[in-house]
Structures are given as structure tokens and as C-alpha cells.
């Protein structure tokens, strides 16, 4: 924390849900609520050449 002409200014802080200081930060300060995090959606892996038995591999003399 700062003090500059003797305002305080805090620009971000992340606290655990117990820390002493969340109730006196949410009792001063601006609080918003973050959207919960999403896990990212699998990437599709390509498959590899004739793995895929609807699509057998073309075999050659």
C-alpha cells in the first residue's frame, strides 16, 4: 500500500477467504465478483493413418 499526500491507494489485491484484512478491504474498497474459471475444452487430436478402422489403410504391391 501507498500513501501519497496522505490517501491511500491500493490498485489490486488477492486474499484468501480468512485473511484478516479481506473485511477491512471489502468495508473500504471496490469489490467485484469474478466469473468462476472454466477448464478449457479438450483440443481434438488428429488421428493418425490407419488408426481408424472404417477407414482401413490402402495396402500396394
Known sequence: MARLGG???LDVAFLA???P???TAR???LTFELPPVRAP????RPV???MDPDRPPI???
Open 7 to 9: 490517501a491511500a491507494s
Open 17 to 19: 477467504g480468512g485473511a
Open 21 to 23: 484484512a479481506l473485511a
Open 27 to 29: 468495508a473500504r474498497g
Open 41 to 44: 475444452e479438450p483440443a481434438e
Open 48 to 50: 493418425p493413418p490407419g
Open 59 to 61: 495396402l500396394r504391391r
